[in-house]
């Protein structure tokens, strides 16, 4: 017991870093939790050697609630909130793409002043149509500041932009653009304008809004109808950056090391540094940051001769996002991406041991396993969340899956080479939109189908008991497992 212990004894202090992170949503401590906190970390150190990690288990996840609940009431706090059915002039500096509505224009903001008044605050900011600011741009504008709408059934905007730190609107009637942010920011901007410009040049509408979104994780420049059939075919998670984006930047910066014959070692520091590039890129998205921390890891454990661990990179990037912001938890986004992964980590080694004696080419039979595990743990929460399941996500994500590797590979060269090779860029860009352009027929075909999507309880609890006899059938008629050697076990 005592070994075990100590081979999972950080996973279980990260493991309840987390718990208290996530406790602080539901309640909120006082600042006594600090000192008792404190001083269960100086009773593990001085105390039992048995009762150590359980003391220092408690103080960590006393801290992590304590940070929760700090965390949660700085993103609570608001200085444009009293301020609601004032007008004035305003600083805003945009701090996302924007996104078009039929009424409007609406882009998260950081507003730095509201008339003589100094902020520092995060709003939606809401433009009239017409020409949209870019990303980093610092707009002056005559606003007024609202109350988000609210909602008693359906979506609660109100809820879901206070979670995010945003207490209010800011309705811009004049804007005009007077410079761009610089810092961190400011490099994150140019770094996600270089990729957008150069993914794939001379392709534009609607494949390269697929493409974006692919490689960037954005979904502005899509139609809204185009949005609910990736929604419908169970493919909207490829408009998500996932594992599979860091891990082609990985290969590609140490393939590029070994060709200019450099040692390992500096290949595996350009890795670190090309995975924080693209994060800044992307955004702080729940499946970026995940994968961010899970690649940074490796490369780090490689740096340090260390075994690479899954669960604690899954753990990790668990921990920095809820200490960030603790109101990630309730983030559909969040639950997925962690849900998702999760399931790939326990049930894809036991479905491929089910697969194991058919006639399946291995790289088909992976996608299957992956799509069914990832299917089957993330309908709770579509169900709970969006009322609705898709129902051919595995056939669909199947054929999805001769398109995207490639594509978002080739996105990634185009943007490389753009610089340097402008017509090889434009070149392997074109062949970039055409395999876009047949991820977004996968998505309209599969949508198409006859109950595309389960949005009924009725209907559910059918496929449920489909998808359960099915399971029973194909483990009846898996062969009997037969005892290997001692040598072999």
């Given at each position: 017991?005592n070994?075990?212990?100590?081979?999972?004894?950080?996973h279980?202090?990260?493991?309840?870093v987390?718990a208290?992170?996530?406790?602080?949503?539901?309640?909120?401590?006082g600042?006594?939790?600090?000192?008792?906190?404190?001083?269960?970390?100086?009773?593990?150190?001085?105390?039992?050697?048995?009762?150590?990690?359980?003391?220092?288990?408690?103080?960590?996840?006393?801290?992590?609630?304590?940070?929760?609940g700090?965390?949660?009431?700085?993103?609570?706090?608001?200085?444009?909130l009293?301020?609601?059915?004032?007008?004035?002039?305003?600083?805003?500096?945009?701090?996302?793409?924007?996104?078009?509505?039929?009424?409007?224009?609406?882009?998260?903001?950081?507003?730095?002043?509201?008339?003589?008044l100094?902020?520092?605050?995060?709003?939606?900011?809401?433009?009239?149509?017409?020409?949209?600011?870019?990303?980093?741009?610092?707009?002056?504008?005559?606003?007024?500041?609202?109350l988000?709408?609210?909602?008693?059934?359906?979506?609660?905007?109100?809820?879901?932009?206070?979670?995010?730190?945003?207490?209010v609107?800011?309705?811009?009637?004049?804007?005009?653009?007077?410079?761009?942010?610089?810092?961190i920011?400011?490099?994150?901007d140019?770094?996600?304008?270089?990729?957008?410009?150069?993914?794939?040049?001379?392709?534009?509408?609607?494949?390269?809004?697929?493409?974006e979104?692919?490689?960037?994780?954005a979904?502005?420049?899509?139609?809204?109808?185009?949005?609910?059939?990736?929604?419908?075919?169970?493919?909207?998670?490829?408009?998500?950056?996932?594992?599979?984006?860091?891990v082609?930047?990985?290969?590609?910066?140490?393939a590029?090391?070994?060709?200019?014959?450099?040692?390992?070692?500096?290949?595996e520091?350009?890795?670190?540094?090309?995975?924080?590039?693209?994060?800044?890129?992307?955004?702080?998205?729940?499946?970026?940051?995940?994968?961010?921390?899970?690649?940074?890891?490796a490369?780090?454990?490689?740096?340090?001769?260390?075994?690479?661990?899954?669960?604690?990179?899954?753990?990790?990037?668990?921990?920095?996002?809820?200490?960030?912001?603790?109101?990630?938890?309730?983030?559909?986004?969040?639950?997925?991406?962690?849900?998702?992964?999760?399931?790939?980590?326990?049930?894809?080694?036991?479905?491929?041991?089910?697969l194991?004696?058919?006639?399946?080419?291995?790289?088909?039979?992976?996608?299957?396993?992956?799509?069914?595990?990832?299917?089957?743990?993330?309908?709770?929460?579509?169900?709970?969340?969006?009322?609705?399941?898709?129902?051919?996500?595995?056939?669909?994500?199947?054929?999805?899956?001769?398109?995207?590797?490639?594509?978002?590979?080739?996105?990634?060269?185009?943007?490389?080479?753009?610089?340097?090779?402008?017509?090889?860029?434009?070149?392997?860009?074109?062949?970039?939109?055409?395999?876009?352009?047949y991820?977004?027929?996968?998505?309209?075909?599969?949508?198409?189908?006859?109950g595309?999507q389960?949005?009924?309880?009725?209907?559910?609890a059918?496929?449920?008991l489909?998808?359960?006899?099915?399971?029973?059938?194909?483990?009846?008629?898996?062969?009997?497992?037969?005892?290997?050697?001692?040598?072999?076990?």
């Open positions: 017991m070994a075990v212990l100590r081979q999972w004894h950080p279980v202090l990260l493991s309840c987390c208290g992170l996530a406790a602080s949503n539901f309640a909120r401590p600042s006594w939790l600090a000192v008792l906190a404190a001083s269960a970390a100086l009773s593990s150190i001085a105390g039992r050697p048995g009762l150590r990690v359980p003391l220092l288990a408690a103080a960590l996840a006393g801290t992590g609630w304590w940070w929760g700090a965390r949660l009431n700085d993103l609570d706090r608001s200085v444009l009293p301020r609601v059915d004032e007008t004035g002039r305003a600083i805003a500096v945009v701090a996302a793409p924007p996104r078009h509505g039929m009424y409007s224009i609406r882009v998260r903001a950081e507003v730095r002043r509201f008339g003589r100094p902020v520092r605050e995060r709003v939606l900011l809401e433009l009239p149509l017409g020409r949209a600011p870019p990303q980093g741009s610092i707009l002056e504008l005559i606003g007024s500041v609202e988000p709408p609210t909602s008693d059934s359906g979506f609660d905007e109100r809820t879901w932009l206070r979670r995010q730190g945003i207490a609107v800011l309705h811009g009637k004049v804007w005009r653009q007077v410079g761009r942010r610089g810092g920011g400011g490099f994150a140019q770094l996600r304008r270089h990729i957008e410009q150069t993914l794939a040049p001379g392709v534009d509408g609607e494949r390269a809004a697929v493409l979104g692919v490689v960037l994780g979904d502005e420049g899509l139609s809204p109808e185009l949005r609910q059939e990736f929604r419908a075919s169970g493919l909207y998670h490829l408009l998500a950056v996932s594992g599979q984006n860091v082609f930047i990985a290969i590609g910066v140490l590029g090391a070994w060709l200019l014959g450099l040692p390992r070692w500096l290949g520091i350009g890795v670190l540094a090309a995975i924080a590039a693209y994060t800044l890129a992307v955004g702080w998205q729940p499946s970026v940051v995940r994968a961010g921390v899970a690649g940074g890891l490369s780090l454990a490689w740096l340090a001769a260390r075994p690479r661990d899954r669960w604690y990179a899954l753990l990790l990037g668990a921990a920095v996002l809820l200490a960030w912001n603790p109101y990630a938890l309730l983030d559909p986004g969040f639950e997925l991406s962690f849900v998702a992964v999760s399931a790939i980590f326990v049930a894809v080694p036991r479905l491929e041991r089910i194991e004696g058919y006639p399946v080419p291995h790289k088909l039979g992976l996608v299957v396993v992956v799509s069914t595990a990832c299917g089957l743990a993330t309908a709770p929460i579509l169900w709970l969340r969006f009322g609705a399941v898709p129902l051919y996500s595995v056939p669909a994500n199947a054929m999805a899956e001769l398109s995207v590797g490639p594509m978002l590979g080739l996105g990634l060269v185009s943007s490389i080479l753009h610089p340097l090779v402008p017509s090889a860029s434009a070149a392997i860009g074109w062949v970039a939109g055409w395999l876009a352009a991820l977004a027929f996968c998505a309209r075909l599969w949508a198409s189908l006859p595309a389960i949005a009924s309880g009725n209907a559910l059918v496929a449920v489909v998808a359960a006899l099915a399971g029973i059938a194909v483990r009846r008629s898996m062969p009997p497992v037969r005892a290997g050697t001692g040598s072999e076990q």
